[in-house]
């Protein structure tokens, strides 16, 4: 694993950028300008061509929010999402980790949450409706998953807070 330096900035945004819907992903400036002058870290698996999978993550008091998670579409399979997942939770001292899941309604949302399953997350009825990262309405509901320990569940309210407040700039509704 190896953590993104601005020189590799564009390249990891074009992989996110191939992965997600505009809907759930910042547009490239707001993204780069969290990345030279937030929180925000990303790390990445390389071969010996390209960046191959990227994580974003926030690091919080109690916790380290992944805000994206990506593998290239070619490389999908090869067990480097499990590996970066891992590699990430080693690297920030078993701290708990939270990311965000939509509703299990289709296989490919299923699958996900079953991947996340496997590598240790629990799945919550924590929810929310994704906050507007671009200039396009958003009505998706988002629900929580941790990895550690189960105490984190009556923390989630005071981490929804922070998420909201640091990586998405908005005070609770």
Partial sequence: MIKITSEDFSEAYKLLDNSFISEELKEY??????????????????????????????EFEGFVFIE???????????????????????????KALILEVEKPLDETQQRRIRFYE??????????????????????????????GNEEIVSQLDSFKAQIFGEVYNLSEK
């Fill in 118 to 147: 496997n590598l240790g997350f629990t799945f919550t009825d924590f929810t929310y409706k994704q906050p507007q990262l671009r200039d396009i309405p958003t009505d998706v509901d988002l629900y929580i998953m941790y990895k």
């Fill in 29 to 58: 400036p707001r993204l780069f300008e969290e990345f030279i002058f937030s929180g925000l870290e990303i790390f990445a698996l390389k071969d010996s061509e390209r960046i191959t999978a990227v994580i974003t993550c926030w």
């Fill in 68 to 94: 994206n998670f990506a593998v290239s579409a070619e490389k999908r399979g090869q067990g480097l999402g499990t590996q970066l997942i891992n590699e990430v939770f080693e690297h920030y001292s078993g």
